[in-house]
């Protein structure tokens, strides 16, 4: 059975958290990854180095950031700078370790589309677009992607490219690229092949059921298991982080 204590987000959360290593340069988004970085943050990095798009370095949050423009986030930072001095001097020179991204559609290779639904000519839906998610994608040393896993958003082909991810011949040659996919049914990682892999199932989740919610066929890792509950430290951390902001709320903040 599932842990009763965290809903399917905040295991998101604490399964993305875990993936950050100590002293790596994030680049962070707002929702479920400003929530994972922070939490990895206060439990087993304390010297991560947070970036925001707005132009944060190091950021040191007192409290949650509701927003990349969050007042918050200037207090106890290392600088503040240019939006495209950040990404021209830093992310595109690969100094960002890290980079999170979302979107509407992720493929088996890692792509991301979060610029339209249906054709582009004509979609059924018109989407944000990229923001700096392409170069994200292109430049930031390795990836995590962030999001639900349903039919809708696990199809067998993106409507739009929006982020690349792995090329058809197989993974990236400069070692970059997705790393990791943390959904609500799971996690997974990228074979020599570069595509998506099965490494660790949600509680109530069983190999069915993931691939019930899978556009193509899955590929699973020999070793694919359950993922560890949730320690005390990481529960009460993220207790804390949430205690005034709901995680729905900056899910969709």
């Known amino acids: 059975m599932s842990d009763p204590l965290l809903t399917p987000k905040e295991q998101m959360v604490v399964m993305a958290a875990r993936l950050l290593r100590p002293a790596e340069r994030v680049l962070v988004g707002v929702?479920?990854?400003?929530l994972a970085a922070n939490l990895a943050k206060r439990v087993h990095a304390p010297d991560l180095v947070l970036i925001y798009e707005s132009g944060i370095l190091d950021a040191n949050p007192k409290s949650l950031?509701?927003?990349?423009?969050?007042?918050?986030?200037?207090?106890?930072a290392l600088a503040t700078i240019p939006m495209l001095e950040l990404f021209s001097n830093y992310l595109q020179t690969g100094w960002i370790d890290v980079g999170?991204?979302?979107?509407?559609?992720?493929?088996?290779r890692g792509n991301l589309n979060s610029t339209v639904i249906g054709p582009y000519e004509h979609p059924v839906t018109r989407l944000a677009g990229s923001g700096g998610a392409a170069d994200i994608a292109s430049c930031a040393r390795r990836l995590i992607l962030m999001l639900p896993q349903d039919l809708r958003h696990f199809p067998p082909q993106v409507d739009f490219v929006t982020s690349p991810?792995?090329?058809?011949?197989?993974?990236?040659?400069?070692?970059?690229?997705?790393?990791?996919?943390?959904?609500?049914?799971?996690?997974?990682?990228?074979?020599?092949?570069?595509r998506m892999r099965l490494r660790q199932l949600?509680?109530?989740?069983?190999?069915?059921?993931?691939?019930?919610?899978?556009?193509?066929?899955l590929e699973v890792h020999p070793d694919v298991g359950?993922?560890?509950?949730?320690?005390?430290?990481?529960?009460?951390?993220?207790?804390?982080?949430?205690?005034?902001?709901?995680?729905d709320r900056q899910a969709s903040a």
Do not use: K, M
Request: hydrophobic fraction near 30%; glycine fraction near 12%; include cysteine.
């Open 100 to 108: 999170f991204l979302g979107g509407a559609q992720v493929d088996c």
């Open 226 to 247: 359950h993922w560890a509950p949730p320690t005390d430290a990481e529960y009460e951390a993220l207790r804390r982080l949430v205690s005034t902001t709901p995680v």
């Open 165 to 194: 991810g792995h090329p058809p011949e197989g993974r990236r040659p400069d070692g970059q690229g997705p790393a990791w996919v943390v959904t609500d049914r799971g996690l997974y990682d990228f074979d020599d092949e570069g």
């Open 65 to 76: 950031p509701l927003s990349i423009g969050d007042p918050v986030l200037v207090r106890d």
């Open 202 to 217: 949600h509680p109530d989740e069983t190999l069915a059921t993931v691939q019930n919610a899978t556009g193509w066929p």
């Open 31 to 34: 929702g479920l990854p400003n």
